[in-house]
């Protein structure tokens, strides 16, 4: 490969003659396109901006902008990426120890945390983590407007004022707006299009390979999952501007080598990023089982190409202003562009749109699966190809009878679409006055009219996308205001933080024990990212299996298949989680924090100790009594006591679904236990309510795979020792298990943890991604760290060699040999991340010799020169 050759100026698509100027100014070309770019960043942002603003959505009023995983994924992820810049979190990039009772982290930060923009986190104050997504939004708009506006002078040069406005509407498209705003980290997808397809243009021309291959490796790293969309985009972008170029195929084939090239030397620079995400979602929690439709009803998903539309069920959301629309539907009359052109690109939009509804080329742009939350992620890079076909039409100079078919088809579209969902009464505004407007504009600029007539024109037409723009925005914020489902609450008050972060600094005594904010006090699925503690909420794309299925084994509830996991419930796990505090609600913005007698971090378990002691094998009882190694539960038969007829089964009891709320919708049991007992229920997939007679509903929100109840406190028994309770089920063919109900002897718990206190860790230490323990002198069996055993970790006894630790009951265990030992040590290295370093390596090397070996190759021929004189 070489960056010296470039490629015939027939390699270039013919280009046709420039279309009119706008009767600007007329400063350097260069400089007016920067100008214009940045003309076009402003627009787009103040557009957006100006939007949610009329509608008061935050930062502009009281609406709220955090719903779904902006609320319960990113605020938090950045709120803890800036307690690791101020040096404040519980973990390093590999691992935080704050969540699901630890896990690694470098995975969640290379997806959800690499946008550039996403270090502003840093500079703002800790409370203000939401201001910052809205600010990655923002800015990443604005980027992504100013690079197509670069990228629409490199397919076809003409007017930057024109490109400015098309490029506007691509940073506001549909699924920037309605998608990309509440995942923040996919706005880089709107960057990493238009600054792909200059790389693939510098390809195109032989020029500036190294740097087009650094463009690649930010793409790559800023966030992979939208990176490897648009690059797909940008590909086939060249690809069809290569057939519509006047070469031969022998320049064709060089030029792709070079693309192809430029483009795995990028991808090497951002190995670490792409192998750790890859690695990390191949080892967790599986989500294929319950993934949504791509099928989409035609008349829909042309609805959904008028700005403004907002489906109800998933559609690709593509719209990218009036003006781009107009523009695409005219391209088909524009006699200016070659045939093959118009066809070529009108065939790549139609079988790009086509794509995303059918199921093995969907799967082809999301990596190979689908998703199982929104299907149509990839949908701005139709906005981006519909934006430049647009271009390729407008740079031509369209002729009024161009416009008038256009106008024509887009009147046509509004009519077939008027009564579909999508089509809101914003959307339909939008349409008729916007799309009159704009169609309008272009018709008395493509009369020929002079200077300053064409700049009023301009200046009008670019007042009409603003409009157009803002009010799209408007009424998309309007329509998915939460408020219209049910009161709102905010993202956590900030009475109610300081006070949980000041009883958790006072209680706290990590790493002896943990702090856990708890189950009770805050209503985001990553709480501890918040408040701080070290608990067990969390809720990431990279839950591993092991980490899963282990806590779920020990009785913890999770949701999502197993991607958000729940805070511990129960004395006996707290105790195996080494939980010394939780926070419980203390009226309103108040809390107070209640301690538990706990274990330490590190504790050391008697060869063959883990026995399920008497309860009944397969059972969480039998595998928290194993995990603790002693006997503090009874598990007691059941027997059915009256109310709604209950059917035994080979697994439990056969439920009858409730018709109401009434008494006589329950089915009652018993089960007889030693007095003073507390007894608890675990029913992973139990759909339903239960209480103990007189006592407090406890629900069970069991959904198999999708969510697995969490263990809960029923109630304490009676002095005769007979436990009464009832269940009532909110779904048919629910089945309450056999063995549903232990028994806790509190007395034998309390004995158990303080043995494991006096044999336990004399002190733990840790580091970002480690752990190390001093025990008890010789001490035999296993050590038990109070997380769970991903791949990853790597410890030693004594500081002898580092060997993988074993599951241990879940739990992260070191066996200690039969000498007996007196410390462990054990460290988290991502899983992929060595391999990923010699990958950026040997990227680094290649980019090293591309950029060398020409003068060194000259040099070499000069002093071979000298010799021969």
């Known amino acids: 490969m070489t960056t010296a050759s470039t490629t015939p100026a027939s390699a270039r698509p013919d280009t046709g003659r420039r279309p009119a100027d706008t009767g600007a100014a007329a400063p350097a070309p260069g400089r007016l396109g920067a100008v214009a770019a940045l003309a076009s960043a402003v627009l787009s942002m103040a557009a957006y901006c100006a939007g949610l603003a009329a509608h008061g959505t935050y930062p502009f009023g009281p609406a709220p902008r955090a719903v779904n995983d902006l609320r319960h994924q990113y605020v938090p992820f950045h709120t803890h990426m800036w307690d690791l810049q101020h040096g404040t979190a519980q973990g390093d990039l590999f691992f935080n120890w704050q969540s699901g009772y630890g896990v690694g982290f470098l995975a969640d930060f290379l997806t959800y945390l690499t946008n550039p923009f996403s270090w502003v986190a840093g500079v703002l104050p800790r409370e203000h983590a939401e201001f910052s997504t809205f600010l990655v939004s923002l800015l990443s708009m604005g980027l992504a407007a100013a690079l197509m506006t670069v990228f629409l002078g490199r397919l076809r040069p003409g007017s930057p004022w024109l490109r400015a406005l098309l490029s506007a509407g691509y940073a506001v498209c549909g699924w920037g707006v309605v998608e990309g705003t509440v995942v923040p980290m996919w706005t880089w997808g709107l960057v990493a299009l238009p600054l792909l397809c200059i790389a693939a243009d510098w390809a195109l021309t032989g020029r500036r390979w190294v740097l087009g291959s650094l463009a690649v490796a930010v793409c790559w790293f800023g966030n992979f999952y939208t990176a490897a969309m648009a690059t797909m985009a940008a590909a086939l972008v060249l690809v069809l501007r290569l057939l519509l170029a006047r070469t031969d195929w022998r320049t064709r084939f060089r030029v792709l080598g070079r693309a192809s090239a430029m483009t795995a030397a990028g991808m090497l620079l951002a190995a670490p990023a792409i192998l750790v995400c890859g690695l990390a979602n191949a080892q967790s929690q599986p989500t294929d089982r319950f993934v949504v439709s791509v099928a989409t009803e035609p008349l829909t998903y042309l609805a959904m190409l008028i700005p403004g539309t907002l489906p109800k069920h998933p559609a690709p959301n593509v719209f990218a202003g009036v003006l781009a629309l107009l523009l695409v539907l005219t391209l088909p009359f524009q006699s200016r562009v070659r045939r093959r052109e118009r066809i070529g690109w009108s065939a790549l939009l139609l079988l790009t749109a086509v794509s995303f509804v059918i199921t093995p080329t969907a799967k082809l742009w999301q990596g190979l699966t689908l998703p199982h939350g929104a299907p149509f992620r990839e949908s701005f890079v139709l906005s981006g190809m519909m934006v430049m076909a647009a271009w390729i039409c407008l740079a031509h100079a369209p002729k009024p009878r161009a416009l008038l078919g256009g106008t024509a088809l887009f009147g046509l579209l509004v009519l077939l679409t008027y009564g579909e969902q999508p089509v809101n009464r914003y959307a339909g ?116 299996v092991e980490t899963a299925t282990g806590l779920r084994g020990l009785g913890l509830g999770y949701a999502m298949g197993g991607r958000h996991l729940w805070p511990a419930r129960g ?217 769970t055993a991903p791949q990853g970790w790597r410890c030693s006894v004594d500081g002898g060699p580092s060997r993988e630790p074993v599951s241990y009951q879940g739990l992260l265990g070191v066996p200690l040999g039969e000498r007996g030992a007196d410390g462990v040590s054990c460290t988290y290295t991502p899983p992929g991340l060595n391999a990923g370093l010699a990958g950026t390596g040997l990227g680094v090397v290649l980019l090293g010799l591309v950029m060398f070996w020409p003068s060194a190759r000259r040099r070499v021929a000069a002093t071979r020169s000298l010799r021969t004189r």
């Open 571 to 787: 004395p006996v796990l707290q105790a195996l989680l080494g939980i010394g505090a939780v926070l419980e609600p203390a009226g309103k913005d108040d809390v107070r924090v209640r301690t538990l007698g706990a274990p330490p971090l590190v504790t050391v378990r008697a060869q063959g100790s883990d026995q399920p002691y008497g309860a009944p094998a397969g059972t969480v009882w039998a595998r928290q009594q194993a995990a603790l190694g002693a006997r503090v539960y009874t598990v007691p038969e059941l027997a059915h006591a009256g109310g709604l007829p209950a059917e035994r089964t080979g697994t439990g009891f056969g439920l009858r679904k409730a018709e109401g709320d009434g008494a006589d919708q329950w089915t009652r049991f018993t089960a007889r236990c030693a007095p003073g007992t507390r007894a608890f229920m675990y029913a992973s997939d139990l759909y339903g309510v239960a209480r103990a007679e007189r006592g407090p509903k406890q629900g069970f929100l069991g959904d198999p795979p999708v969510v697995s109840a969490a263990m809960k406190e029923l109630g304490p028994v009676g002095p005769d020792g007979l436990f009464r309770f009832e269940v009532r089920a909110g779904k048919d063919g629910q089945v309450l298990p056999a063995h549903a109900v232990g028994c806790l002897d509190e007395g034998a718990l309390e004995k158990r943890v303080a043995e494991l206190e006096d044999t336990g860790a004399v002190s733990v230490r840790t580091g970002g991604h480690t752990v190390t323990a001093e025990l008890p002198k010789g001490s035999t069996g296993t050590a038990v760290v109070a997380t």
């Open 429 to 544: 505004t939008i349409a008729v006055a916007g799309g009159a407007s704009v169609a309008a504009l272009l018709l008395l600029y493509a009369r020929g009219l002079r200077r300053p007539a064409r700049v009023t024109v301009v200046g009008l037409l670019a007042g009409s996308v603003l409009a157009t723009t803002v009010y799209a925005v408007y009424g998309i914020a309007v329509l998915h205001d939460p408020r219209h489902r049910g009161p709102a609450r905010a993202q956590t008050t900030t009475e109610l933080a300081d006070n949980a972060h000041r009883q958790l600094a006072a209680h706290g005594t990590w790493p002896a024990t943990r702090t856990d904010p708890g189950p009770d006090v805050f209503v985001t699925n990553n709480d501890t990212m918040l408040v701080g503690g070290q608990g067990g909420a969390y809720y990431s794309s990279y839950v591993t």
